[in-house]
């Protein structure tokens, strides 16, 4: 197979997953099964230390990324659609009410539509077009008997940024718990999940923490009883092996089996390239980025863009379509002509395309990452004016 080439691409599906990963985390990868290749927490020998010392490095760098208030509350698992899943069917029990937006994921919704059927209550407040959340319309939701509120942190498909902060003051005086969808913003934008109130935070380790597919996790905050959690799965987790009863303790709760150990190398070498770059010079880059093809496209006659006009109220995750053309040939053409590489469709998230008024069709979504320069991005607007107008 032709390796693909950085040089004559412009990789626009950071959403998706991040491309190309930083050689730090290939290198972390296979040094993980060169030199510290035991079972973690598992057998006493040195491989298995060596493993188990990696783990728990990467823990505390998530910890430290995310202000998570102890790194034995991040809990791995094999992507965010797996830490939601945990905290949804954990926690939720029929009888139960839980309110979300309309902007979210399937791995929000699905999982919560299966809820439903069993009896649980499923509140979606409606968001604005653009993807905006009214806190008044949320407040007067959640204010009712409401177990727990789950909200995307931001839009997958416009970008919009939700005001957490301000949505957990409103979960926690209705006595409820806040669960974030971190999928687009860990790494893409600081995140201090104590300081905002957040109680669970879902985050994937393959997007903006620029680790390998099949890593993630859930962070559980201080105030969350791990007790009231329910594991998906039971099984060894190399502690108390005297018993058959999981154990209660974090993050062996939650953990069952051999966890992803090249993953979770190559998640931590991911989130040290992160801290290297600064939290705040990638979002600082991602807004420049994000201002300069808003700016291009709207300029392109029949273009439509969906979501904010402002970028530092959005990420670096742009929707668009074009009147007349189907959004499939835009991205082929983008591909075989220009080497311009995006997203096109739904995005895994219909309801977000209902919200904006792009369902069943969907968007051309373009997505940079902290690599994508200026130039690429007046390269990529150059594309789509020459694919549109031909
Ligand atoms: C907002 C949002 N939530 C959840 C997910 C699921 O992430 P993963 O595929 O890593 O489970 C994604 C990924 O596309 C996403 O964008």
Same mark, same amino acid.
């Given at each position: /197979?032709?390796?693909?080439?950085?040089?004559? /691409?412009?990789?626009?599906?950071?959403?998706?997953?991040?491309?190309?990963?930083?050689?730090?985390?290939? #290198?972390?990868?296979?040094?993980?099964?060169?030199?510290?290749?035991?079972?973690?927490? #598992?057998?006493?020998?040195?491989?298995? %230390?060596?493993?188990?010392?990696?783990?728990?490095?990467?823990?505390?760098?998530?910890?430290?990324?995310?202000?998570?208030?102890?790194?034995?509350?991040?809990?791995?698992?094999?992507?965010?659609?797996?830490?939601?899943? %945990?905290?949804?069917?954990?926690?939720? +029990?029929?009888?139960?009410?839980?309110?979300?937006?309309?902007?979210?994921?399937?791995?929000? /919704?699905?999982?919560?539509?299966?809820?439903?059927?069993?009896?649980?209550?499923?509140?979606?407040?409606? =968001?604005?077009?653009?993807?905006? *959340?009214?806190?008044?319309?949320?407040? #007067?939701?959640? /204010? *009712?008997?409401?177990?727990?509120?789950?909200?995307?942190?931001? +839009?997958?498909?416009?970008?919009?940024?939700?005001?957490?902060?301000?949505?957990?003051?409103?979960?926690?005086?209705?006595?409820?718990?806040?669960?974030?969808?971190?999928?687009? =913003?860990?790494?893409?934008?600081?995140?201090?999940?104590?300081?905002?109130?957040?109680?669970?935070?879902?985050?994937?380790?393959?997007?903006?923490?620029?680790?390998?597919?099949? +890593?993630?996790?859930?962070?559980?905050?201080?105030?969350?009883?791990?007790?009231?959690?329910?594991?998906?799965?039971?099984?060894?987790?190399? !502690?108390?092996?005297?018993?058959?009863?999981?154990?209660?303790?974090?993050?062996?709760?939650?953990?069952?089996?051999?966890?992803?150990? $090249?993953?979770?190398?190559?998640?931590?070498?991911? %989130?040290?390239?992160?801290?290297?770059?600064?939290?705040?010079? %990638?979002?600082?880059?991602?807004?420049?980025?994000?201002?300069?093809? $808003?700016?291009? *496209? !709207?300029?392109?006659?029949?273009?439509?863009?969906?979501?904010?006009?402002?970028?530092?109220?959005?990420?670096?995750?742009?929707?668009?379509?074009?009147?007349?053309?189907?959004? !499939?040939?835009?991205? *082929?053409?983008?591909?075989?002509?220009?080497? $311009?590489?995006?997203?096109?469709?739904?995005?895994?998230?219909?309801?977000?395309?209902? =919200?904006?008024?792009?369902?069943?069709?969907?968007?051309? #979504?373009?997505?940079?990452?902290?690599?994508?320069?200026?130039?690429?991005?007046?390269?990529?607007?150059?594309?789509?004016?020459?694919?549109?107008? !031909?």
């Amino acid at each position: /197979m032709l390796r693909p080439n950085p040089k004559t /691409m412009i990789y626009l599906d950071h959403a998706a997953t991040s491309w190309p990963k930083p050689p730090e985390v290939m #290198r972390a990868m296979a040094g993980f099964l060169e030199s510290a290749g035991g079972n973690p927490g #598992r057998s006493g020998h040195r491989l298995s %230390i060596a493993a188990g010392r990696i783990v728990y490095e990467a823990r505390e760098a998530v910890a430290g990324l995310l202000h998570a208030p102890d790194p034995l509350r991040v809990i791995f698992t094999q992507n965010a659609t797996h830490a939601l899943n %945990i905290a949804l069917h954990g926690l939720l +029990s029929p009888g139960d009410r839980v309110v979300t937006s309309g902007m979210e994921h399937n791995a929000v /919704m699905r999982p919560l539509r299966a809820l439903e059927k069993r009896g649980v209550a499923v509140v979606v407040v409606p =968001t604005a077009p653009d993807g905006t *959340l009214n806190p008044v319309d949320f407040a #007067r939701a959640v /204010m *009712l008997g409401t177990r727990l509120v789950a909200l995307n942190h931001a +839009s997958n498909v416009v970008g919009t940024i939700a005001p957490a902060a301000e949505v957990a003051q409103i979960a926690h005086a209705a006595g409820a718990l806040l669960l974030i969808d971190a999928a687009q =913003t860990a790494g893409v934008m600081p995140l201090d999940m104590q300081a905002m109130g957040i109680d669970l935070l879902a985050f994937t380790g393959h997007k903006g923490l620029h680790g390998p597919p099949g +890593s993630g996790g859930l962070v559980l905050g201080e105030g969350v009883d791990a007790a009231q959690i329910r594991p998906l799965l039971q099984g060894g987790t190399g !502690s108390r092996s005297e018993y058959e009863e999981q154990p209660e303790f974090l993050p062996d709760k939650f953990e069952s089996g051999t966890p992803n150990g $090249v993953g979770i190398a190559g998640l931590g070498a991911g %989130i040290q390239w992160v801290m290297a770059r600064g939290m705040e010079a %990638i979002r600082a880059h991602e807004v420049a980025l994000t201002r300069r093809l $808003v700016a291009g *496209l !709207s300029e392109i006659p029949g273009v439509r863009l969906y979501g904010l006009a402002d970028p530092q109220r959005r990420t670096a995750v742009v929707s668009f379509t074009v009147e007349g053309w189907r959004v !499939s040939t835009i991205g *082929l053409r983008l591909d075989e002509e220009h080497g $311009v590489l995006c997203r096109v469709g739904l995005h895994c998230a219909p309801a977000a395309h209902r =919200t904006i008024g792009t369902f069943p069709e969907g968007t051309v #979504r373009f997505a940079p990452g902290p690599l994508t320069t200026l130039n690429e991005i007046d390269a990529v607007v150059d594309a789509v004016k020459q694919v549109v107008q !031909s």
